[in-house]
């Protein structure tokens, strides 16, 4: 069967519609004839089921479309079993920023519900933070054509972990973290604020990070002798900006229950708990969290790094997007396999 | 017992020597006396075996010497057993780059071996390419205090994999990728180049990346319409200069006999594998490697998650730095606990 370019569709004539879509899927029935997108002819060119779309076999009609990337995600969800649609104005409702739209395996576009609303990136395209929350579902295409399914949330980060503080423990800022020399006992064990200088079980110094000292000194618990200010420009010194923009995530964190401890052993900025009864008691942190400005341009190929690393250790990442006026959007990115 | 500065040591009157070396390895003696640095001297305040340093307690001389990145690392290795030394010009033989050098669990200054040229590195100092390959085994200080240990290593990754190559295949460049409609059976099979477009066990049509095409097109392997150089120049239209230093370190790693793949899905550049015999019964990757310029400056929060992932995966990470003149150094790095 041939099919011909008519502007940006593809038109199989009739039975188009009978043999493509009632029992397949593809396209957009006009009548007894068959509206298609480039994706679905390669696709059907792919099968044999089209012998050529102007005379073009798939390699032909490929190089003259340039969807390839799109065709090989389209290949693959079909290959697993799914009806899946081009997100069209017109052809489907609500296409946003999606590529597809991914019916629930059994379904299709005679049905109303909806899988996933799936975006195509390649490996070397970078995601705006905006387009990055804005997406449900990705499809990353690397560069040897093998492809990855990320799933996009917004998380509630929520935790009942203890926030009773002392008042003005005195604390003591030495280069780049502050040490209380005497402690009250509950700071690290009840609301586990810092680190025993000698070791968990222990008693005596606690050695907090300059962000866990500008919080609890912003909260009148412990007192530097230099001031409040001294904590905030020693982080700015070590850390610019960013010492901001972390403080303002590791607070939120705090007010909403969780306790955020360093991530760094899994190269984030924190690690999060959202039940803290004891320190000596810990349970498993649930989230990884990554602090970046709302302007970031995300590299497919860190993501991929972060969720990675996230699932190994039974995680979430969780992107934590600032911005100059201090709010916070929440983004997880989770891998999926449809 | 008490000490005074002496200039940029710590000096115990007699028998500070008997007390404090000869039993315990601390300091460089001077007869009977001893002359301690920094950190030796805030260890043995630490445990309480010295009073003061002029006067001062633990506090006042953290305070006042700025040791406690060093003072942090020096405890803990005290702590898991070890003696070790200030890598001080003229107290050990060659220090280098270190900051202590470590011996071996159950020895001392007074013994040969040195198990550890340990260098202590805050998480927001950034690492030099040049400066890490030097570096044998680096203690990461966080900002809550918790310690990483690295371990640094030059390896020198080698294979056997097949490496006949066919002559002159026809590859279509499509869009960044590059597509053998045909390709000859064993390219993939025996090989593996490319990544079959409909599923692992497939025949018929063979997917490259533009590096792998690239490598395969200056051997006269595969034969692309538009000629070898707009391979090249598709890779660097799409991924600027890095395309030939990923390219030069691709090349090598196939001169050594190994296979490098794609590694996205970990966030590298290359998962690699030394024994490929048949892409059917591929055995486990052993390596991720990540290409870097040699002037780059490393993180060592972004170390720390290659290393985390390498170890959760069963691989370890390599950084290929590379040079505008086509060098490339191998570094290894990977998690120690001494």
Redo the contacts between chains.
């Keep these: 069967m041939d099919a011909t370019r008519d502007g940006d569709v593809v038109r199989v004539p009739p039975p188009g519609r009978e043999r493509f879509y009632d029992s397949q899927g593809y396209g957009r029935p006009d009548g007894d004839a068959l509206d298609l997108v480039s994706v679905e002819a390669a696709h059907l060119l792919f099968r044999g089921d089209l012998d050529s779309v102007d005379g073009m076999d798939l ?1 032909a009609f ?2 003259a479309t ?1 969807c ?2 799109p065709f090989l995600v389209y ?1 693959d969800l079909r ?1 697993r079993g799914f009806y899946l649609s081009p997100a069209r104005e017109g052809w489907v409702d609500d296409p946003g920023t999606a590529d597809f739209v991914v019916y629930p395996r059994g379904e299709g576009p005679w049905d109303d519900a909806v899988e996933y609303r799936l975006r195509v990136v ?3 395209e970078t995601l705006s933070a905006s387009s990055l929350s804005e997406s449900d579902t990705l499809a ?1 295409v ?5 492809l ?1 399914y990320l799933s996009v949330d917004h998380p509630d980060l929520r935790g009942e972990s203890a926030s009773d503080l002392p008042a003005d423990a005195p604390a ?1 800022l ?4 502050v ?1 209380l ?1 005497d402690p009250p006992g509950d700071l690290y064990r009840r609301t586990f604020y ?2 025993p ?3 968990r079980q222990a008693a005596g110094p606690l ?6 000292a500008a919080y609890l000194a912003e909260h009148g618990a412990i007192r530097v002798d230099e001031g409040r200010e001294a904590v905030l420009d020693r982080g700015r010194d ?2 610019g900006e960013r010492f901001d923009r972390r403080l303002a995530v590791y607070s939120a964190l705090r007010e909403r229950g969780v306790v955020p ?2 991530g ?5 900025d924190f690690r999060t708990y959202a039940t803290v009864e004891s320190a000596d008691d810990l349970g498993h942190s649930e989230h990884l969290v990554r602090v970046v400005s709302r302007d970031h341009a995300f590299n ?3 993501v ?3 969720v ?2 996230a699932h ?2 039974r995680k979430r990442i969780v992107f934590a997007l600032t911005d100059p006026e201090g709010t916070i959007d929440w983004l997880s990115v989770e891998r999926l396999t449809p």
Tied chains: 1, 2.
């Design positions: 390699p490929l190089a340039d390839t990337l290949k290959n390649g490996e070397r990353v690397d560069e040897e054509s093998e990855t003591a030495l280069a780049d973290r040490v020399w810092g680190q200088l000698d070791g050695q907090c990070s300059l962000i866990e070590v850390e401890k360093t760094f052993k899994f190269g984030a497919p190929r860190d991929a790094l972060d990675r690393l190994g250790v």
